[in-house]
C-alpha cells in the first residue's frame, strides 16, 4: 500500500515563514492550524462545547471535521479564526499562538482565512459584483485593484455572465459560489466552510465540491471543512476528526477512517453510506439462529484488493454474495461485502475472527434461515 502523503494535494505556492520568536516543535512546523488542549465552555453552560482538543491540520490538506448535532464542530471551526474565544488551550495558526492579537492583527488574521456558510450570507440589496466587492471596498482597496480582483474572482467561479444580478435571481449553487469567491478575496490560505453544501441538491453538491478541489490544488488553500454529509468527507477529504461531545474520538486518513472505523459514533455516522439490505431480506434477519442450517451475515468492509477466493475457502461453508461495491477515496480502493454463509464448521465469533484476517472491518448482521 502506497503511502497516506501520496494522498495529500501538491502545494503550489512557499510556505509563510513562521515568526521566529514562537516557531516550536521541528515535527509539528507542517501544522497549518494547530490546536493545543483547546477547550470552549459558554457562559452559563454547564458542559465544555469542546474539551482537550489536541489536533494538527495539514497545510494544503482538506480536513474534514464530522460528529453529532451539538459534538462541537462549529465551535472548533470558529476558533481558527476566533470568531469564538477558547476558554482552555491555544490556537496556533504558522505556529502563531492568535490568543494575544490585538483588533488590528485579528482583521488581518481574518483576512487570511476565507469562510464560507450554508446560507451564503449574501447581502440581497447588492449584486454579485457588489458582494464580492464589498470587502475589498472596506478594506480600502482602490478601484481598479478591486475590478482586476473581482473579475479575476468571478471567472474562477464561472459566475463572470451573472456579475449584475441580485443574490435573489441566483440558485443555491450559484449563490454559494458567489459565497466562494467573497471568501478568496484579500486571498486567505486557509478556507473554513460550515455546512457549504448542506442547503444544495446532489449534483450542485458536486459541482462545489469540484469548485472546493480546484481551489485547494491552485491556490495550495487549506480548507477545513463541516459537513453531515459523509459522502463529501469521502469525495473530498484527505484527514477527517470525528468530535463527540466536545473531544475528538477518532482521527485519521478518511480512507483509514472510513474502512475501519473504530469508535460507535463514526460507525454510526458512516451509517448512511452502506447500501442497505434489501427490505425483504431485512425483514427476515434473526439476533440468533433459528434452525441448525441458518446462514450467519457478515458485512465486511475491504481495504485494497484482498483475494476473495482465499476468504471464502477461509470461511469453509457455503457463502453467496447478497451485496457487494467497491469505491475509491483517494487512491484506495475500498470495498463492502454482504455475505451469507451456511453449513461452515465455524461459529458466528469464529467466522468473525477468520473473517478479520482478510477485512479491515467485519460485522455479524444477523441469521437468516
Ligand atoms: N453561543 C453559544 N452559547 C451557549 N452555548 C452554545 C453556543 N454555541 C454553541 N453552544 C453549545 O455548544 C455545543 C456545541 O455547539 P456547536 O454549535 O459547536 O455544535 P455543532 O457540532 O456545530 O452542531 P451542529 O451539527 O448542530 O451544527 C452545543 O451544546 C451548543 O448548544
Ligand atoms: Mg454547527
Redesign the pocket.
Known sequence: MSSASALRAPVPHATPAPAREQVLRPEVNEAHVRFIGLGKT?PG?AHP?LHGIDLNIRRGEIFGII?R???????LLRTINRLEQPSEGRVLIDQVDIAPFDEDRLVSLRRRIGMIFQHFNLMSAKTVWQNVELPLKVAGVAKAERQRKVRELLELVGLEQKHHVYPAQLSGGQKQRVGIARALVHDPQILLCDEATSALDPETTASILDLLRDINRRLGLTIVL?T?EMAVIRDICQRVVV?ER?EVVEQGEVWQVFGAPRHEVTRTLLAPLQTKLPAALQANLRAQPVSQDAAVLLRLQLVGEPELSALFTDLGGRVRLLQGGVETIGEHALGQLVLAVRGSALGAHQLLERARRWAADVEVLGYVD
Open positions: 459558554y453552560q462545547a460528529g448535532s451539538g459534538a462541537g464542530k462549529s465551535s463541516i453531515h468530535l466536545g
